[in-house]
């Protein structure tokens, strides 16, 4: 027992490498999706204090909305356009509707308020656009499709999908963009002074109804390419509501308020479990890629409760 | 007018702690428990005991456990769902294991093994609060779902992977199983949730109660007052844990009669999580409320359109219902942030100084 715990999977790790890397790279795929939902919750709570829960839904709606556009023939990149600009209508609605009404409302409130508003978008998502898993348009958007195959050793073999190689260069671009945003322009320190204390950044000026607006934007535009992404490797369903949920390890590793945190924190969840389950999961019957991030961020937590990045301490019992 | 306590004077200590201090209070209570006991078993049809009275009891003792932790001791929780689960599952093991013993034996000590797990997932809050412990929660959401799929022992190696409840007896009375009537069901479920609320009521009205409330409150100064958070915080997911319990093994051998995994996921958790949250956090009458309102609004927008001559597919119905779940949950934060149990309150106020509303 203690063999197939300690060595086993060690020994075999080493026998395949090319099956290794295999592994890692799919672990590295899924830890870029995660790590790009944890980037929605990252932004909107450093720039409202807001945890919100809707993202996941968030990332379905918005791929939901590219295709069902498609479907009904409009074309893939005006699709795109106006999925972008449904988004935004998305944005200032829950500015107008659910953050404006809430302002200054205990963390525990607003973290309900978007559990409601997953409730209420998976109904109307469902609502306009059935629910069936709905196959992305990755050609008509330009994406890579195929594969490349690695030859490693003397027969062994890793294939790398185009598509996910994209995935990780447009997260790259996208996390790029968001720290310069964040750290070089107005609206950008503008967000962070709300983050910190909302009625001080009001007093100074700030539109805190302005601001919200802008990020909730933000977050729909990173959902967009999460859902285009997500929707690529697999179909575009409601199924990616659990897929969400991991998110939230992902966050408690890098910590809430840290955008490279967050794809940290994603590639560690995403390659831990995958090795996790590949290597020991057959032992105790499979399938343990269902709880074991969590374990992860809950044995994380007691050691390092902020977070590998996160800068503020929080409150100990 | 109709509501008042004047001239209502208490002249013993006991008469001053009791559970409804108030006369009107009294004889409301007494109603209500003569219109469920001898009223509604008469008059409902088999429908209205097994589809609505039978789960809105068992969801509303559920909403009891998760308000116990998340409304009167502060901690979240998303794993209602998983802790249901270790209920259910414990019960039908001892119900196969000691098929003699009177099943609500079975049913009031599989809750024990839940405030086991609850206690067990509870230790990270200690340390951590907030959307922190959500995250521990989770974690025994699915681990908990993951082994009823993937520990045959605990469905007792069933090809279906699902636990099938055998026709149990008490008094002679097949209560459990598909064989069993709704108004033998409809009782057993009643008498476990009176008693079940009962003793929560009186447990929160004491030491321990406020001991969770405190910590809830401002936990530092709770800690600085004496209260040891390890007992308090540890004390709230026992027995938050063990009515979970309770409910999800009766949400199998009274409702559901077989139960795959799937019934106990995180959907479970949530919809337990909106019931406390409309109904109110932090109040008992409020957990029937809201389960009430969470269980029969969708019923209702499933079998009024059709009655009123609109016909709707089942499909959209379930559509519409959750988007009509979700945007009252954000109304009634916005509005109501104290949920069903406020309004009560508020109507009671109201009705104290009718017809002068500002007397």
């Not at chain 2, 079975?106 to 995250?135: C, D, M, Q, T």
């Not at chain 2, 959209?316 to 942030?337: C, D, N, Q, Y």
Request: proline content about 4%.
């Amino acid at each position: 027992m203690l063999y197939q715990i300690f060595i086993d999977p060690f020994a075999q790790m080493v026998d395949m490498p090319d099956f290794l890397i295999q592994v890692v790279w799919e672990g590295f795929v899924a830890g870029i999706l995660y790590a790009l939902i944890a980037l929605g919750f990252v932004l909107i709570f450093k720039a409202s204090g807001v945890f919100n829960f809707a993202q996941g839904i968030m990332v379905v709606f918005a791929g939901l909305t590219l295709v069902g556009l498609h479907e009904a023939g409009v074309p893939a990149f005006l699709a795109l356009i106006l999925a972008i600009g449904v988004m935004a209508l998305l944005a200032v609605a829950v500015e107008r509707f659910v953050m404006r009404p809430l302002v200054n409302q205990p963390e525990i409130i607003l973290l309900m308020s978007t559990i409601g508003m997953t409730y209420f978008l998976i109904g109307f998502g469902e609502f306009v656009f059935g629910g069936e898993p709905k196959q992305m348009i990755t050609e008509e958007l330009g994406l890579p499709t195929g594969s490349t195959a690695f030859e490693i050793g003397e027969q062994g073999l890793v294939i790398l999908q185009h598509i996910d190689i994209a995935a990780a260069v447009i997260a790259i671009i996208m996390v790029a963009s968001l720290a310069l945003f964040f750290n070089k322009t107005r609206i950008g320190r503008a967000l962070r002074a709300v983050a910190d204390d909302h009625q001080a950044a009001q007093s100074v000026g700030i539109s805190l109804n302005q601001i919200w607006a802008i990020v909730w934007f933000a977050a729909g535009i990173v959902a967009l390419a999460t859902g285009i992404m997500w929707g690529a490797r697999s179909d575009v369903s409601f199924a990616l509501e659990i897929v969400a949920l991991k998110a939230l390890p992902v966050l408690i590793l890098g910590g809430f308020t840290s955008i490279p945190g967050a794809i940290v924190g994603g590639l560690i969840i995403g390659i831990g479990e995958k090795i996790g389950e590949i290597y020991w999961g057959p032992l105790v019957g499979g399938g343990i890629e269902s709880w074991l991030a969590y374990m992860i961020a809950l044995v994380f937590l007691l050691f390092r409760p902020q977070g590998l990045f996160g800068e503020r301490i929080i409150e100990r019992v | 007018m109709f509501y008042r306590e004047a001239g209502q004077f208490k002249t013993t200590y006991a008469a001053d702690q009791q559970v409804f201090p108030i006369l009107q209070d009294r004889i409301g209570v007494a109603v209500i428990l003569f219109i469920a006991i001898a009223v509604v078993p008469f008059v409902a049809n088999d429908f209205f005991m097994s589809a609505i009275a039978i789960p809105f009891l068992i969801l509303a003792l559920a909403t009891i456990g998760l308000n116990v932790l998340t409304g009167y001791a502060g901690q979240l929780s998303l794993g209602t769902g998983g802790f249901m689960g270790v209920g259910a599952y414990a019960c039908y093991k001892l119900a196969t294991i000691f098929p003699d013993v009177p099943i609500v034996a079975h049913i009031l000590l599989s809750g024990v093994f839940a405030a086991a797990a609850g206690v067990v997932f509870g230790l990270p809050s200690l340390r951590i609060k907030g959307l922190y412990l959500a995250v521990t929660t989770l974690a025994a959401q699915f681990f908990f779902e993951w082994c009823f799929i993937r520990i045959p022992w605990l469905y007792n190696n069933n090809a279906s992977g699902a636990i099938e409840v055998p026709g149990l007896k008490v008094f002679g009375v097949i209560v459990t199983g598909p064989a069993a009537g709704s108004i033998p069901r409809y009782y057993m479920v009643l008498a476990i949730v009176i008693l079940l609320t009962v003793l929560v009521k009186n447990l929160l009205r004491g030491r321990i109660g406020r001991q969770w409330m405190m910590i809830r409150d401002m936990d530092i100064a709770a800690e600085l007052m004496g209260v040891r958070p390890l007992y308090a915080k540890l004390s709230a997911f026992a027995v938050s844990s063990y009515l979970c319990g309770v409910a999800g093994a009766m949400f199998v051998f009274f409702y559901l009669g077989a139960a795959e995994p799937s019934a106990f996921s995180i959907t479970l958790s949530f919809q337990v999580l909106f019931m406390a949250i409309l109904g109110g956090l932090g109040s008992l009458v409020g957990c029937f409320f809201g389960a009430a309102f969470i269980w029969i609004l969708p019923i209702l927008l499933r079998a009024g359109p059709p009655m009123i001559g609109i016909p709707i597919a089942a499909e959209t119905a379930t559509h519409v219902t959750s988007m009509i779940i979700g945007a009252l949950i954000v109304a009634f934060l916005i509005l109501e942030p104290h949920g069903l149990a406020r309004l009560w309150q508020i109507g009671k106020e109201k009705l104290r100084v009718w017809p002068f509303p500002y007397a």
